[in-house]
Structure formats: C-alpha cells, structure tokens
C-alpha cells in the first residue's frame, strides 16, 4: 500500500458517504413534502443574503435571522419523523473522510489517516492490536535472586520494577516529563517490549500519533527511501511519540543504519520528541553498530532515561 492509495480510498469512501447522503435526501424530501418546502424557501433566503452583502447590517441580520428560525423549523420537522441528520454518515466524523483537519490553524493529517499510514506504509503495529498494559503487569514472574549488574548486586524483579515505574509515571505525566527518551536493554524475553506496549497503550490515550514500529521495518522504509522508492520520512520523524522495538534485529544496510539513525535521533532532539527504545544491545554495541554520535545523541544523561534488564528469558518458563 502507498499513501497516494490510501488518499484514493479515502476520496472514494467521501464520495460515496455524501453519493448515498444525496440520494437519502432526495428520498425523504418526497415522502415529506413541508421538507421540500421549507429548504426551498430557506435556499432563497441564502439568496438573498448573498444579495444583501452590500445591505446595511441590520437588513443582513434580519435575513441570518429567518434563515435561523428555517434551521429550528426544519430540525424539529426531521425529528418528528425520527431522522436524525441528513448528513453523510462518514466513517471519521474529525475529518469527514478528507484525510485533513486544521491544527493550531493549519491543515494537517487527521489522525485517522496517519495511523493508517503508520501501519499500512511503514509497518507498523496498530496501538489497538498491543497487549501489553500496566493492570496485567506481574512482578511475581521475575526472580528475586541477586545477579551482579555494573559491578552492583541487583535481582531482575527490582529491575523491571523500576522501570515499570518510571514508565507508568513517564505515561501519566506526559507531554510534561523532565527527560524526553527512555531505552530498556536486556536480552530477550525481560519484558522490555511489554512495558513498552502499557506505555502505548496508555500514552494513545492522550495523543493518536504514536509509532510503535520495529526497528526491522523502519530501517526497511529507510533503505526503500536511501533507493528513491519512498516519499520524505517527514510522517515518521514528525510523530509525537516513537516506540521503536528491538534495535539491532535489523541488518547493517552501508549508508543507511548509521546515518538514517543518527538523522533520526537529531529530529527528534530538536522536535523535544519522545524515542522510546527497547534493544538487546549493550551500550557499547550501539556505539559500535551506530557510531558514537548516535549513542551520545541516544544516552544524553539529561534527555534519556536508561534501564538494564536481567535475568531469564521469561518464554522459557
């Protein structure tokens, strides 16, 4: 799927709301003929009023006013027969099938739109299909037997538990939290793409602009856009919130991982963007995979919240 298809469909399905709204119309409009009646007198009121541009206010204010009183008239006729509205029943009444809304007073995509776009161009997962929430999250699955981690002695309960905490805090402040990018390390199976998914899922609560996107398929939409056969990655870096699974599952693509990545990191730096990263990554296995620009850009200490899960693979027990 391409974004120039999924604007077709959405002309298609407009088209087709406001074909069957017409036809619907015209329908009630011969078994009530006061309708009939009532919206022709009020179509030569808005005549008039166009005519009236040139009137003193109090004449243009008195034609708004009949056309008002033809509004309750024929409200309450329709309610009468039991009709609720003769409008198109569109599938998203925010942007009636357009694909547009106006934001901050500028024309933008409707969340509707980008969310298809999220899943169905770049391959990502829609928030809907996530499992993940903080009310399933059991702290009893993870031991409590200590393990050496940076030289301290720690155990993987205290570890998720922290991390889950900051999380679920991160999600309830949100957009007003001190640091904006969180990483969860570990190996596979410690709970990093669950927490991730309650994070989501509570943070869409709030905003529908979320990416929650594997790192294989966005590093595929950036060799598609590296060969020409994307569009500008603007949609991707505009996000407000990215969620970015397993970093390092994707392979090594020359002019692609390092400098896709980087460019990645410095959008969302200077958009105050949040990245939420989960890898099974060391520190110093990003530094070598993505270089040391990313990794500083990745682990600033006063913008990235880290957190190194232990213990055993979870699937496994």
């Given at each position: 799927?391409?974004?120039?298809?999924?604007?077709?469909?959405?002309?298609?399905?407009?088209?087709?709301?406001?074909a069957r709204a017409s036809a619907e119309h015209e329908r009630i409009r011969e078994i009530?003929?006061?309708?009939?009646?009532?919206?022709?007198?009020?179509?030569?009121?808005?005549?008039?009023?166009?005519?009236?541009?040139?009137?003193?206010?109090?004449?243009?204010?008195?034609?708004?006013?009949?056309?008002?009183?033809?509004?309750?008239?024929?409200?309450?006729?329709?309610?009468?027969?039991?009709?609720?509205?003769?409008?198109?029943?569109?599938?998203?009444?925010?942007?009636?099938?357009?694909?547009?809304?106006?934001?901050?007073?500028?024309?933008?995509?409707?969340?509707?739109?980008?969310?298809?776009?999220?899943?169905?161009?770049?391959?990502?997962?829609?928030?809907?299909?996530?499992?993940?929430?903080?009310?399933?999250?059991?702290?009893?699955?993870?031991?409590?037997?200590?393990?050496?981690?940076?030289?301290?002695?720690?155990?993987?309960?205290?570890?998720?538990?922290?991390?889950?905490?900051?999380?679920?805090?991160?999600?309830?402040?949100?957009?007003?939290?001190?640091?904006?990018?969180?990483?969860?390390?570990?190996?596979?199976?410690?709970?990093?793409?669950?927490?991730?998914?309650?994070?989501?899922?509570?943070?869409?609560?709030?905003?529908?602009?979320?990416?929650?996107?594997?790192?294989?398929?966005?590093?595929?939409?950036?060799?598609?856009?590296?060969?020409?056969?994307?569009?500008?990655?603007?949609?991707?870096?505009?996000?407000?919130?990215?969620?970015?699974?397993?970093?390092?599952?994707?392979?090594?693509?020359?002019?692609?991982?390092?400098?896709?990545?980087?460019?990645?990191?410095?959008?969302r730096t200077a958009a105050r963007k949040p990245l939420i990263v989960a890898t099974n990554?060391?520190?110093?296995?990003?530094?070598?995979?993505?270089?040391?620009?990313?990794?500083?850009?990745?682990?600033?200490?006063?913008?990235?919240?880290?957190?190194?899960?232990?213990?055993?693979?979870?699937?496994?027990?």
């Open positions: 799927m391409t974004i120039s298809q999924i604007f077709d469909e959405y002309a298609r399905k407009r088209s087709a709301a406001e009530l003929p006061e309708l009939a009646v009532l919206e022709d007198e009020r179509r030569l009121l808005y005549a008039d009023l166009i005519g009236a541009a040139l009137m003193n206010p109090s004449a243009r204010k008195k034609i708004e006013a009949e056309i008002h009183g033809y509004d309750e008239k024929i409200s309450a006729l329709l309610l009468r027969n039991g009709i609720q509205s003769l409008e198109p029943d569109y599938e998203c009444s925010l942007c009636q099938d357009s694909g547009y809304i106006e934001e901050n007073g500028e024309k933008a995509f409707c969340p509707c739109l980008l969310e298809r776009i999220y899943v169905e161009v770049f391959g990502a997962k829609p928030i809907g299909s996530l499992k993940g929430s903080f009310g399933k999250f059991d702290e009893l699955l993870f031991s409590e037997k200590n393990e050496l981690l940076g030289g301290s002695e720690t155990n993987p309960r205290k570890q998720i538990n922290n991390a889950k905490s900051y999380v679920e805090r991160y999600s309830e402040a949100y957009p007003q939290f001190k640091r904006n990018n969180t990483v969860l390390i570990g190996k596979a199976g410690l709970g990093k793409t669950f927490l991730m998914e309650c994070m989501a899922r509570r943070l869409y609560l709030k905003t529908r602009k979320i990416l929650f996107i594997s790192a294989f398929a966005l590093f595929d939409v950036f060799h598609k856009h590296r060969l020409g056969e994307m569009d500008d990655l603007d949609l991707i870096y505009d996000a407000d919130i990215i969620f970015l699974d397993d970093l390092g599952s994707e392979p090594v693509t020359q002019n692609v991982t390092r400098e896709y990545f980087l460019q990645l990191l410095e959008k990554l060391s520190e110093n296995d990003i530094r070598n995979r993505y270089g040391e620009r990313a990794a500083s850009r990745l682990f600033a200490n006063d913008d990235t919240a880290r957190f190194f899960l232990i213990g055993q693979d979870l699937r496994l027990s």
